[in-house]
Structure formats: structure tokens, C-alpha cells
């Protein structure tokens, strides 16, 4: 039986390239279905598309319009494939209304040299037991974003004041995550979690939603088995934008992916929301 | 008179939404031509494709074959326009070879909302007569490096002992920078501006070329006149590649623009480019 995860990103060809997906109403979270979902779907479609080729290694998406529950169509169009890598086109509609316009490079992440020299530091997370999990979410925030029971998110203790309107104003959000069900990480799962959390705007007391214009994920291995550790940051809020970055290190200690988005700022009328 | 660089990245209308540009030897490092000077001749393309849209706010170049000196075509296509910014998808070709394939959103720095809480801080570069301009470097370098002529640059005395032989080993790389002739910068030239520094893993005792596979780069506000503060750092070297981020900061200390890509590690054998 394929796990939850599977089925929502099932994609079906029916055309060179072409490819049918449904949007589930269980990814929805405030003004429509949540952007990482999104971009695991895409992701999905290109890995049917160049199926020699098969993990994002980079994947650029630039949001267009709110998507909704129901039919899609996710068109690719290969722009180069030659070597280790294929650069792929990928646009997401519903009906006539484009939704998302993306660009990837895909290549095989189990193929590549085993050098880690890496001098970011892991997430300062303490013990699950010791965190927050979202589960504790107050029932009309889990009816505004249903895409909650879909996984299991873990708060850092100290940043998840914002939930109890004590927002620590660092603007850094981090958590252990997994997939409902046990679903393991992979490369495509890592696309939908880069955009899965709060926007780190929460914990600088601007609760609301925070509509993204591009995001771009890099992902530079094959997660292991095991629960992810994601964090969020912000520095430069500015001129009503701001840009989130995101990592996911796996069990093994090892940042599996990379992400930056640019998002609007929540209006300050939103004040609800968090 | 057009300042060198204007006339660099001008581009000719042939067709709506199509352009020609012819890219300067001068522009030429090691492989190829510089990756940021053709970022800013796309930008300047789509700028003439959605006038009423001037300024780049966010673009994702995905680099697909190393360019060349000579013509080249850059064709536009908008894939949104409407309310306050377009959405551009935009490919470099030379003859039947595409180079870069694009997606871009534009809008009006200008007009956007004049809050700044930016947390980031500001390079720590001593006083310019205190830096190490590239005037300096040897003959050799400038020979495969023409491009160097193209702007003062001016490094951080403790972050350029890879010149020497003695690499930082931290993977920072700081200067102050401004294009010959005092031509200002723009939201355009700050394409350029996000690759034009040596790459990071010089300081890494990793010299040599670092092709890019993706880069993208959100511009963030107009900058202001003067010399800029450019900064460059990775902290995620692995599996053959590695993450370079580059913020540039104007002569006021505002975050104008902040950029990441996804490059190729130099190969150990090329140990002399440095």
C-alpha cells in the first residue's frame, strides 16, 4: 500500500511529458494548498520525465496564483539532458489558470563524490520529548491548515513563544519532523518540508500568511531513514518582503537540503492567524 | 556617452520579446563568460520586455552550456503580468545552443513599502586604501581574467592570502566594489555584481573555476550611489559541489541584494588559477 505522501503526489502521464496530478484538500493551509506540496508534485512529474536523471538537484518555482483543491496538469518540457544532469521546464496548471512556473536540474544523488565538508551547524534541537509537537495546535488552527495532520512537527521550546503571543523576535523557527505514517524522507519529500513550517515571520510577532513569489531548493544528498531536524531564519526584512531560508539535516547529522524563499510580508491586520 | 557597461549588456529588439546582444570579450574569465554579466544582460532584455515592470525583483538562472563571445539572442516570454509585478521566463542562445534558461519576476523597487528590520550585518571591511585592489594581481591572471579590468575591486586584507598561497581555510570572501568609469549601480548591474567576485572556494584552497549550475539572485531595493560591500561565504561543501551566498550592500549599509548558487567544486588538478 503506498503511503499517504505517495498517493497525494501521484502524478498520471497522459500525453509526452504531460501529466495529471490532484491537488489534495488535505495539504490546504490558509489561502490555499501549501507551496512545498506543490513543489514535491512538480518534482514528482519531472521524475517520471527524465527517469534516468531521477533527484532534484536544484528546483527553482516561481508562484503565480493561489492553487486549490482538485485537478492539475503539470507540463515539462526537457531543455537539456546530457552528462550526470537534465535541466527541465515544469509549469503547474488548473484549467487555463497557471499556477506555478519552475525550473530544475535533475541528476542521481547516490552518484555523486562522498566529500562532506560541510561548516553549517546542526539544529540546536532538544530532546523530541522536550518539544512542542504540533498536535498541540488548537483546533481552529488545525481546521484553517489541515495540512497539519499530515506530519508530525516537534517546536523548539524556546521558539514557539508566538504560539501563546510571545513571539521571541529572533526570527528563527526549528523542528524535528516526519511524515505521517512513518513515510522515510527522500529527495522529493525534502521539497515539500523545505515549505512546510510556520513562516518564520511568526516569530517576529507577524502572524498571517506569508504568500511566496520564488522559492528555490537545493538538495545535496539522499536523506537517510529517520526524523529530519528543519530550521528556518530570516535577516532581511525589508520593504514588505522577506527572504526565509531553510535546512533539513537528516539523522545522520548531514544537510540534506538547502532552500531560500522570497515571501510577502503578512498585512499587520492578520493578527489572528498565529 | 553610455558607460561601458551599459553598452556591454545593450540589447536590440528584433521581434517582440526577442533580442539580440552581442557579449563582450572583455567579460571573459577563465571558461567562459562571466555568469553575472550575462544575468544582467537577461535582466536588461526582460526590463524592455515589461517596461512598466523596470526593476528585478527575483531571477533563477539555471546554466546550461558555457557561453562564448559574439551575438546572442535572448527570447522573453511573460508568463503573468498584473498588479504590481510580471513574471518572465527568458533563454540565452547563441546559434542552435541554448546557454541559460531564465524565470524572473520584475516590479518597481521604487514603489515598494519603506520599512527595513534587516537583522544581517553589514561586511566588516576596513577603509578601502587599506584593502588589496585587483590592480594588483599578476599579469598571468589578468590575461585569462579580461573582465578584471571591468571594475575596482577591492579585498579584504584577511580574506585574500589565497592570492599567496594561504588560503583562510573559512570560506569568506569580502570587498568593495564599484564598475570602471564610476558608472552607479543599479538593480540591473547588481546581477553582475552577485558573480563577479573570485569563487569562494578560492579561500577554501580550492582555486580554479567553479561552473554554476543555478543561480538565483532577489534584488531587494534600488541601491544608492556609490561603492558597494560584496560579500561571498559557503558553508555546505559536499558532494562535488557547493552553495555560494552573496550579499551586496550599498553606500548607505541597506541589504540591496542577496543571492545564492549551486556550483561545481573546482577540480584539484586546476591548481594554478588561483
Known sequence: MAAEFDSDIFVNQTAPGEYDARLRPGWVVGGGVNGGYLLATIGNAIRHAVPAK?????????????????????????????GSVATVAAD?????????????????????PGDV??????????????????SMAPEDIRRIAPMMERFDMLFHPEQVGWAVG???????????????????????????????????????????????????????AVPAPGWLKVRHATRNVAGGMFEEDCEVWDATGRLVAQSRQLARLPRRTTATAG
Chains 1, 2 share one sequence.
Do not use: M
Not at 63 to 73: C, N, T
Not at 93 to 102: C, K, N, S, T, V
Open 54 to 82: 531521477p533527484d532534484p538537484i536544484s528546483i527553482s518555482a516561481y508562484y503565480l496564483s493561489a492553487s486549490v483543491p482538485g485537478p492539475a496538469r503539470v507540463l515539462t518540457r526537457v531543455r537539456r539532458e546530457g
Open 92 to 112: 503547474l496548471l488548473q484549467g487555463d489558470e497557471q499556477r506555478i512556473a519552475a525550473l530544475a536540474t535533475f541528476g542521481d544523488l547516490a552518484g555523486l
Open 117 to 134: 565538508a560541510t561548516t553549517a551547524r546542526e539544529p540546536d534541537l532538544p530532546d523530541r520529548e522536550r518539544c512542542v509537537p504540533n
Open 166 to 220: 510571545q513571539p521571541s523576535g529572533n526570527g528563527v523557527i526549528s523542528v524535528w519532523f516526519r511524515l505521517k505514517d512513518g513515510r522515510e524522507p527522500d529527495p522529493i519529500s525534502v521539497l515539500a518540508v523545505v515549505d512546510l513550517l510556520p513562516p518564520v515571520t511568526f516569530d517576529l510577532g507577524r502572524p498571517g500568511w506569508a504568500p511566496t513569489l520564488e522559492l528555490t531548493a537545493h538538495v545535496r
